[in-house]
């Protein structure tokens, strides 16, 4: 068993990234697959998915983690820093990380410092979930270092296709530059009205404009009410919702994917 390294990565904020992140960890559990979700995002919107609800009360987040490579310190036992939750181990995040990002910028080979953290739990999982912040900053290209694929999410009513194509040149750059196995898995589209023209029409535009080059899952994941009320009550829509369309579509983007490499 080595894990792979997949990314949810997106242009900004409020394309349920993280909700994403959530319940795919949760739909390839349930296709047998041994799990990580790395909440790699200050906001820590994942970790609060999993239920946590004071964060800044944590000892042991990948923030910390973070820290202690910066400063060459040896990190703790796993068993300190990840926690499970109904099949699915995770690593939580705090403000903390917000600190790390500054540091980062000042550092030699800062990049490489989260890719040094998960290297020796590649053994014990199928696939590493890493959420991460809707922006191009150190902490992302940390991000997209230690990644083997990188998975766009992206709300067709918010898409800018220039943020798309400038978030692409970043993966070009990183892969040219610093990892040469990453790749782009697909592009995700979420939070999908489709009944609205709007809607129709930008999923029509990206499939057209990338077609051939790069993936745009089949799997779009609707817009519902289901999806809200899963995290507000800290469970997957597995759980919470499993006939609904959305868990549904997230069920299928994990065949999908699992379909892809094979």
Avoid: W
């Avoid at 949810?8 to 795919?24: D, E, I, P, R, Y």
């Avoid at 979930?129 to 902490?139: E, F, H, K, R, Y």
């Avoid at 800290?234 to 994990?254: I, V």
């Amino acid at each position: 068993m080595r894990a792979k390294v997949l990314m949810l990565g997106a242009l900004k904020g409020g394309v349920g990234k993280s909700v994403s992140s959530f319940n795919l960890a949760y739909s390839l559990k349930k296709l047998g697959k041994k799990v990580l979700a790395v909440d790699f995002d200050s906001q820590a919107n994942l970790t609060t998915c999993f239920g946590v609800e004071n964060t800044e009360e944590l000892s042991a987040t990948i923030g910390h983690l973070m820290l202690s490579q910066i400063d060459e310190e040896d990190l703790p036992n796993m068993e300190e820093y990840i926690i499970s939750r109904n099949g699915v181990d995770y690593i939580p995040s705090s403000m903390v990380l917000s600190a790390v990002d500054a540091k980062l910028r000042i550092e030699m080979g800062a990049e490489q410092m989260l890719s040094s953290i998960l290297e020796p739990l590649k053994a014990k999982y199928d696939y590493i979930i890493v959420d991460t912040c809707p922006s191009l900053g150190a902490l992302t290209i940390n991000a997209l270092a230690a990644a083997d694929e990188v998975l766009i999410t992206v709300n067709p009513q918010l898409l800018a296709m220039k943020g798309l194509q400038d978030f692409l040149k970043t993966v070009r750059k990183i892969k040219r530059r610093i990892n040469a196995k990453l790749e782009v898995a697909g592009i995700l589209l979420t939070m999908c009205e489709g009944r609205t023209k709007l809607c129709r029409v930008i999923t029509e535009q990206v499939t057209e404009t990338f077609e051939g080059k790069l993936r745009v899952f089949e799997s779009k994941i609707p817009s519902t009410i289901k999806v809200g009320e899963s995290v507000y009550y800290s469970e997957p829509l597995l759980e919470y919702a499993p006939k609904s369309k959305a868990c549904k579509a997230y069920e299928n983007l994990a065949k999908e994917l699992i379909a892809y490499e094979g």
